[in-house]
């Protein structure tokens, strides 16, 4: 009974969040020609969320490239000025709803932070099970009981079925459940070539065009998926040596990174958690 509620407040979350139905609650935020909009608590649970992921990721995580991620694919040869960050807000409105402000033209891309709320928002709705994983499309909320392990593997892009490793997510076998995030980010999946020009979907909100980086993918495990998700995107983007250090300040409990020279690179705290 859990898991088919689960599936279906899943199935209605995803239908108001995508950009890629005309119906969705996205979809009339992003068609609505007035500065100011309110719009209703899901959609602006999510956005509020897409304001902790810039913070989370120095800025390098931003919900509002939907322009600059479709002129990539329409164009994936040309690199586009970018015309700086554009600060928008929000603020609480009458009987639950959220009123955007924002600069005329600013629309909005949930993609992974949709993705990383679904994942947490769904565990919550799975409290009465001690151990549960939600997986929204890659991003995985878990939680795990005492004295139990869930083992996640983290694919290898560059073969298929192969894994860069394994990790054991668990709790002791004392005390209480333990809640973890998991989310893979990468330039290997959705990207397209044009001419000798290869792009990808991941933009550089400092370029305004697809990401200029020696990361394939980056996986990053911490106490929620949606900082996950912002985290490991932020890796991708800011290139290995950034990348690593945006992680080590930001306290991730472990992050695997594949970089173009073929290294898999680990922080020293990934080491407790990968399996033998």
Do not use: Y
């Not at 995803?14 to 020609?33: F, G, K, Q, V, Y």
């Not at 005329?104 to 565990?123: C, P, T």
């Not at 305004?208 to 020696?214: E, F, I, R």
Request: include cysteine; charge should be negative; charged fraction near 20%.
């Amino acid at each position: 009974h859990d898991a088919r509620r689960l599936l279906s407040r899943i199935g209605r979350w995803a239908d108001r969040l995508s950009r890629h139905l005309e119906t969705s609650e996205l979809s009339a935020l992003n068609a609505d020609p007035r500065s100011s909009v309110p719009v209703g608590p899901t959609l602006g649970a999510v956005l509020w969320a897409g304001l902790e992921a810039a913070d989370e990721s120095d800025c390098l995580v931003d919900i509002t490239l939907l322009d600059a991620r479709l002129d990539a694919e329409a164009s994936p040869s040309a690199v586009l000025p970018s015309s700086g960050p554009r600060p928008w807000s929000l603020a609480s409105g009458p009987r639950r709803t959220v009123v955007v402000h924002r600069p005329l033209g600013v629309r909005f891309d949930l993609g992974g932070v949709a993705k990383g709320w679904i994942a947490d928002r769904g565990l919550e709705l799975l409290s009465s099970w001690p151990s549960a994983v939600v997986d929204a499309d890659g991003d995985l909320a878990v939680r795990c009981a005492p004295g139990h392990i869930w083992a996640v593997a983290v694919d290898d892009p560059r073969t298929d079925g192969a894994t860069l490793a394994i990790l054991h997510l668990s709790a002791p076998c004392t005390g209480w459940p333990v809640r973890w995030g998991v989310a893979t980010s990468g330039t290997s999946v959705h990207r397209w070539r044009h001419g000798d020009s290869v792009r990808h979907h991941l933009i550089d909100p400092r370029t305004g065009a697809a990401a200029l980086t020696d990361v394939v993918q980056a996986t990053v495990v911490c106490g929620s998926a949606l900082r996950a998700e912002a985290l490991a995107k932020a890796a991708v983007i800011a290139g290995t040596v950034d990348g690593l250090a945006l992680l080590e300040r930001a306290g991730v409990w472990g992050a695997v990174i594949l970089t173009q020279r073929g290294e898999t690179l680990a922080l020293p705290q990934t080491l407790t958690l990968l399996a033998e």
